[in-house]
C-alpha cells in the first residue's frame, strides 16, 4: 500500500508541474465531494466507500478499512468544521477540485481531490494535502 500511495503522490507531483487549466465549477463533482463529507459525518462508511473510485476501493478492500484511513490520515475530512470550494483544475490529465477544509481547531487544508468520471457518475480517485494560502498580515 505505501508503493501505490507513493507512486500516487509521484504522478500527481508530475501533474501539478505540468500546465494547469482552470474549469468552470461543475456541480456534481462538488456534490460527490460533499456527500462524502456527509457520509463521514454521519459515521456511514457504506455511503461513503459508494464515493470512491474502483481504484481506491481496491487498495483499502472494505468500507471499514477506509473508513479507518479517513479518520488516521484525513481528519479533517473525518470531521470537517467548514468546508469551501475553490478552483476545479486539469493538471496533466488529472481533473482535480480544490477544496478548503478548516478544522474543528481552526486550522486551514488546502486539499487537492483527484476525480474520475465513471458509469457511476463521478468518484473521489485520490486526495492530496495542497499548500494552504498564506494569510498576510
Do not use: K
Not at 7 to 13: M, Q
Not at 14 to 40: M, Y
Not at 53 to 74: A, C, D, H, K
Amino acid at each position: 500500500m505505501r508503493r501505490f500511495i507513493l507512486t500516487l503522490g509521484l504522478i500527481w507531483a508530475a501533474a501539478w508541474a505540468q500546465a494547469q487549466e482552470v474549469l468552470a465549477p461543475n456541480p456534481a463533482i462538488e456534490s460527490t465531494i460533499q456527500s462524502q463529507f456527509e457520509a463521514f459525518l454521519a459515521d456511514d462508511l457504506a455511503t461513503a466507500w459508494q464515493y470512491a473510485s474502483p481504484n481506491i476501493q481496491r487498495l483499502f478492500q472494505t468500507p471499514e478499512n477506509f473508513g479507518r484511513m479517513v479518520r488516521e490520515g484525513y481528519p479533517m475530512v473525518w470531521r470537517p468544521g467548514r468546508i469551501d470550494y475553490l478552483d476545479l483544475q486539469t493538471l496533466g490529465g488529472l481533473v482535480v477540485q480544490r477544496v478548503q477544509v478548516t478544522d474543528r481547531q481552526g486550522r486551514v487544508h488546502v486539499l487537492g481531490y483527484q476525480m474520475i468520471e465513471t458509469e457511476a457518475g463521478w468518484q473521489i480517485n485520490g486526495v492530496q494535502f495542497l499548500r494552504a494560502p498564506e494569510v498576510g498580515a
